[in-house]
Antibody, heavy 120, light 110 residues
Framework: EVQLVESGGGLVQPGGSLRLSCAAS????????MHWVRQTTGKGLEWVSA???????YYSGSVKGRFTVSRENPKNFLYLQMNSLRAGDTAVYYC??????????????WGPGTKVTVSS | QSALTQPASVSGSPGQSITISCTGT?????????VSWYQQHPGKAPKLMIY???NRPSGVSDRFSGSKSGNTASLTISGLQAEDEADYYC??????????FGGGTQLTVL
């Protein structure tokens, strides 16, 4: 079964750090671009970051310089290192797979999400 | 990158058809055929319903269809069913190598 499962969420103080993990299974992880998308409570979805199969990285303006995305292909893991956290980063963070470029340019598999709360 | 513009809510009766619009700019929706639509039920992760403007993933009902004209994409659901009641989000690739979502539309089946 194709699956993504996030972990690492929790309560953190403003200015603190947190590392999210996403375990992938059921597909050849190394051949897919992977993304992070977040959703604030009662609000919409916001694209956060991406990492390509070659390790190229991309970030939204709201997290650039504070968040770092990485992947560990041999272990089928995706990570999001979040530093200098702010109240506005409070959200459910989803790990999602983008389909093959030119065939399915969308997020076809999603994890259940992990909740991050930034509060003192 | 500003969020794509969607109506906050739409409604329809069972069996009817509804259309949700998604308006962007030439830097996103109008510039690429990488528009997708997601369905989200409360407390659940989003589910891909339409990709690359008008394609349906395997397993998605053919009652769901997508289109695009200029800077506006649309999702149409025909033969509305109670289980279609959910939030719907559009999404597009942008010219800054990023992705942008719409604000979401709450669909109510009357």
């Amino acid at each position: 079964e194709v699956q993504l499962v996030e972990s690492g969420g929790g309560l953190v103080q403003p200015g603190g750090s947190l590392r999210l993990s996403c375990a992938a299974s059921g597909f050849t992880f190394s051949t897919y671009d992977m993304h992070w998308v977040r959703q604030t409570t009662g609000k919409g979805l916001e694209w956060v970051s991406a990492i390509g199969i070659a390790g190229d990285t991309y970030y939204s303006g709201s997290v650039k310089g504070r968040f770092t995305v990485s992947r560990e292909n041999p272990k089928n893991f995706l990570y999001l290192q979040m530093n200098s956290l702010r109240a506005g980063d409070t959200a459910v963070y989803y790990c999602t797979r983008k389909g093959y470029s030119g065939r399915l340019d969308a997020f076809d598999i999603w994890g259940p999400g992990t909740k991050v709360t930034v509060s003192s | 990158q500003s969020a794509l513009t969607q109506p906050a809510s739409v409604s329809g009766s069972p069996g009817q058809s509804i259309t949700i619009s998604c308006t962007g700019t030439s830097s996103d929706v109008g510039g690429y055929n990488f528009v997708s639509w997601y369905q989200q039920h409360p407390g659940k992760a989003p589910k891909l319903m339409i990709y690359d403007v008008s394609n349906r993933p395997s397993g998605v009902s053919d009652r769901f269809s997508g289109s695009k004209s200029g800077n506006t994409a649309s999702l149409t659901i025909s033969g509305l069913q109670a289980e279609d009641e959910a939030d719907y989000y559009c999404c597009s690739y942008t010219n800054t190598a990023s992705w942008v979502f719409g604000g979401g539309t709450q669909l109510t089946v009357l």
